[in-house]
């Protein structure tokens, strides 16, 4: 008999996925402890969950893949052949669909592009303590993008508006904000997008107390620490309105201290949804306001999982002792927030369970 840990391990489908698919019906384990309610399934079960796996990949729905699951082994080979052309036809089918309507959404947007003017960058020069920016981005720096398909997000957004520099960063999966006051602006919001590289090569210099000058012009950034510089072009793209990502202080909120939370995110129990995804760690706010890790078997309502590494990461880039996190539904982002100052945060999507 193989326990659920290795039919999970060796089949590409996660444990909570198999509990899903053991109450659905699609999947169900040849034996259950009565004592432990822990699942056992027959080797021969191991080609059906592999099966399965691969159906899901594929998006086939629940219902065809219980008929194909029950006819995989028996004779009935034509019933199984028909299934799959049937999805394969809707998946065209969808296909085509999903191409008409970005074809209509392109030409939406190109009537936008040519009746609106957008943000562009002016020149700008301001004044920033290096202390300020520094601290900026360090908050914001690990949810840069790396993606070569959205270079937008390859960067870091330099967002200047009245005394105010906003630092943003985002691969769509987290995002990070922070800011900075600053002197010597007095028109409009001015925006650029600094590559990661030259946002790195900024904040090598800035290592002191005094303050620095930030200028844009003619498409590059130039960022002066007394007699070191350094400059580069900013990204000619257009980064998302990040402004309407903001989330909402309308969830569950407790404070956590951000050594021992780190501490029991790094020897805590995780779950994976399937092969080769991202370790999660599943969250909830208990009645006395703590966080707690919810354990395999922990069915909360209100849990919400997330990418492990990604939220290690947010509690250092935090910079504090004590963070605020705010969790909301399971499929609303997760906050992290100073106590201390409400414009530096870090937002993470959550992680959806199939069980």
Same mark, same amino acid.
């Given at each position: 008999?193989?326990?659920?840990?290795?039919?999970?391990?060796?089949?590409?489908?996660?444990?909570?996925?198999?509990?899903?698919?053991?109450?659905?019906?699609?999947?169900?384990?040849?034996?259950?402890?009565?004592?432990?309610?822990?699942?056992?399934?027959?080797?021969?079960?191991?080609?059906?969950?592999?099966?399965?796996?691969?159906?899901?990949?594929?998006?086939?729905?629940?219902?065809?893949?219980?008929?194909?699951?029950?006819?995989?082994?028996?004779?009935?080979?034509?019933?199984?052949?028909?299934?799959?052309?049937?999805?394969?036809?809707?998946?065209?089918?969808?296909?085509?669909?999903?191409?008409?309507?970005?074809? $209509?959404? *392109? !030409? #939406? &947007? =190109?009537?936008? +592009?040519? @009746?609106?003017?957008?943000?562009?960058?002016?020149? /700008?020069? %301001?004044?920033?303590?290096?202390?300020?920016?520094?601290?900026?981005?360090?908050?914001?720096?690990?949810?840069?993008?790396?993606?070569?398909?959205?270079?937008?997000?390859?960067?870091?957004?330099?967002?200047?508006?009245?005394?105010?520099?906003?630092?943003?960063?985002?691969?769509?999966?987290?995002?990070?904000?922070?800011?900075?006051?600053?002197?010597?602006?007095?028109?409009?919001?001015?925006?650029?997008?600094?590559?990661?590289?030259?946002?790195? $090569?900024? *904040? !090598? #210099? &800035? =290592?002191?107390? +005094?303050? @620095?000058?930030?200028?844009?012009?003619?498409?590059? /950034?130039? %960022?002066?620490?007394?007699?070191?510089?350094?400059?580069?072009?900013?990204?000619?793209?257009?980064?998302?309105?990040?402004?309407?990502?903001?989330?909402?202080?309308?969830?569950?909120?407790?404070?956590?201290?951000?050594?021992?939370?780190?501490?029991?995110?790094?020897?805590?129990?995780?779950?994976?949804?399937?092969?080769?995804?991202?370790?999660?760690?599943?969250?909830?706010?208990?009645?006395?306001?703590?966080?707690?890790?919810?354990?395999?078997?922990?069915?909360?309502?209100?849990?919400?999982?997330?990418?492990?590494?990604?939220?290690?990461?947010?509690?250092?880039?935090?910079?504090?002792?004590?963070?605020?996190?705010?969790?909301?539904?399971?499929?609303?982002?997760?906050?992290?927030?100073?106590?201390?100052?409400?414009?530096?945060?870090?937002?993470?999507?959550?992680?959806?369970?199939?069980?």
């Amino acid at each position: 008999m193989r326990s659920i840990g290795e039919m999970a391990r060796d089949s590409g489908l996660g444990v909570s996925a198999l509990r899903f698919y053991d109450r659905a019906g699609v999947l169900v384990p040849a034996w259950v402890d009565p004592v432990s309610a822990y699942r056992w399934y027959e080797p021969g079960q191991l080609e059906e969950a592999r099966l399965l796996a691969r159906l899901r990949r594929a998006g086939m729905p629940l219902p065809d893949i219980r008929l194909v699951l029950a006819s995989w082994s028996g004779a009935d080979a034509g019933l199984v052949r028909e299934l799959l052309k049937a999805h394969l036809r809707r998946l065209e089918q969808g296909l085509s669909d999903a191409r008409s309507e970005f074809s $209509a959404l *392109r !030409a #939406l &947007l =190109d009537h936008r +592009e040519n @009746v609106m003017t957008k943000l562009r960058t002016a020149a /700008v020069g %301001l004044s920033v303590a290096a202390s300020e920016l520094a601290a900026a981005l360090d908050t914001v720096r690990f949810a840069a993008g790396t993606d070569p398909e959205l270079p937008m997000l390859g960067g870091v957004l330099f967002d200047v508006e009245g005394g105010s520099l906003h630092v943003v960063a985002t691969d769509r999966y987290r995002m990070a904000v922070a800011r900075a006051g600053v002197t010597g602006h007095d028109g409009g919001r001015v925006q650029a997008i600094v590559p990661s590289p030259l946002a790195d $090569a900024m *904040r !090598a #210099l &800035l =290592d002191g107390e +005094e303050r @620095v000058r930030l200028s844009v012009d003619d498409g590059r /950034v130039t %960022l002066e620490a007394g007699d070191r510089q350094a400059s580069g072009q900013w990204l000619d793209h257009d980064f998302p309105d990040y402004r309407r990502l903001l989330p909402q202080a309308d969830g569950r909120r407790a404070v956590v201290e951000v050594a021992a939370f780190r501490e029991a995110l790094e020897n805590g129990p995780v779950r994976t949804t399937e092969a080769g995804a991202p370790e999660l760690s599943v969250l909830k706010v208990e009645s006395g306001g703590t966080v707690a890790l919810c354990a395999d078997g922990d069915e909360d309502p209100d849990r919400v999982a997330v990418n492990r590494r990604y939220l290690l990461d947010a509690l250092a880039a935090g910079g504090r002792d004590r963070l605020v996190l705010e969790l909301g539904a399971p499929d609303a982002p997760i906050a992290l927030r100073r106590l201390d100052d409400a414009d530096a945060f870090s937002i993470l999507m959550p992680v959806r369970l199939e069980d």
